[in-house]
């Protein structure tokens, strides 16, 4: 039996904590259960997981639909896009069968790329060596979740870079469906008409458009449209992520571009260990001062009012009632009350 190998490439980054994992991890569930009562899915499918955020991890091996069990997404920090992509080529290279002069291989593999934002890494090499190795034998569809996406970089890995816009629960809904209808037509086009290469269904366009290749092959700039800040409680020394949005204030001085920039709280997210497995160890250069911080986040973990309180050592922890903290990052203890970093937090919140 020929396999037609589908991978979904994910990009797990701290961007993606909060509202939209929820949305992945359902999108990815029900293009499972859509498949599996399709008789051409069910019968040459193979379903792969790999997520990347600094670090890559393949969560599910390639898969027959009947025992495939959709997983929880992790979250890591970084975009190691080139990392991923090496990671790709190295599964492809490994676990999809090559056909010989006596027999044939598997088909040629389908890769779902999802990522919201810009490479934390250098991929010049990576992408290279797809373009010259890789682009021929199997197809990317690279999907960019939001216009914060570097659209121009995945345009020189595949001709179908797919922009959803919109990033509302209904959106994502049509588009886990776009994706389930692509697998299924090219598993028919593979059974019926013994044909090679994906079948992308129609596109809705108020949910997908198709970007079109930039003339130049310029690295988009990207802004941060995220501030996420890695904390720790204090009580159960567990991590949780501290996420604001970007917002710009227009300036109301006609004639001046005095806009400014200010991230509001969208919220504070627990993390399992998996976070540190996925990240990378590079600094993130966001240094943030808190007066552009709006908001301030109570401790998922423990409940503790404080949530985003700074010790001496840099790292973020939880602090409450207590009469002296410990610091989860350092073990230092610490009287709180007026110090450091908490002070500012509490002034910024009046
Ligand atoms: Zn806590
Ligand atoms: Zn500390």
Request: charged residues 20%; negative net charge; glycine residues 6%.
């Amino acid at each position: 039996m020929r396999r037609l190998p589908v991978y979904f490439l994910i990009d797990v980054s701290e961007s993606m904590v909060g509202d939209q994992m929820p949305y992945v991890e359902e999108g990815i569930a029900s293009i499972i259960k859509d498949l599996r009562s399709d008789p051409y899915a069910l019968e040459t499918a193979w379903i792969s997981i790999i997520v990347f955020a600094g670090k890559t991890k393949r969560i599910v091996p390639l898969t027959e639909l009947t025992s495939f069990y959709p997983p929880r997404m992790p979250v890591g920090g970084g975009t190691s896009l080139g990392e991923a992509l090496e990671f790709l080529m190295h599964d492809i290279d490994t676990n999809v069968v090559r056909s010989t002069a006596d027999t044939k291989g598997d088909w040629k593999p389908i890769i779902f790329l999802f990522t919201d934002g810009a490479p934390t890494d250098n991929p010049e090499a990576a992408i290279t060596k797809w373009i010259n190795q890789y682009k021929k034998k199997a197809s990317i569809v690279a999907i960019a979740l939001g216009d914060n996406t570097d659209t121009n970089l995945l345009g020189r890995l595949t001709n179908d870079v797919l922009l959803v816009k919109n990033l509302a629960p209904e959106s994502y809904k049509s588009f886990f469906k776009w994706v389930t209808a692509s697998i299924k037509t090219t598993s028919m086009s593979i059974a019926e008409n013994n044909l090679d290469g994906p079948q992308l269904a129609k596109l809705d366009e108020a949910v997908l458009t198709k970007v079109e290749p930039a003339a130049s092959s310029v690295p988009q700039v990207i802004d941060n449209n995220f501030a996420v800040f890695l904390s720790k409680c204090q009580a159960t020394k567990k991590p949780y992520l501290i996420k604001y949005k970007r917002n710009i204030k227009p300036s109301n001085i006609e004639g001046l571009a005095l806009d400014t920039q200010f991230f509001k709280l969208q919220g504070s997210f627990p993390v399992d260990e998996t976070y540190f497995q996925l990240t990378d160890n590079q600094p993130t250069n966001q240094k943030i001062s808190s007066a552009e911080l709006v908001g301030f986040p109570h401790c998922p973990c423990c409940g503790n009012q404080y949530g985003f309180s700074t010790c001496a050592c840099g790292g973020i922890m939880c602090t409450g009632d207590e009469e002296v903290s410990t610091c989860p990052w350092c073990n230092t203890q610490a009287k709180f009350g007026f110090a450091s970093g908490h002070q500012d937090i509490n002034r910024s919140r009046g």
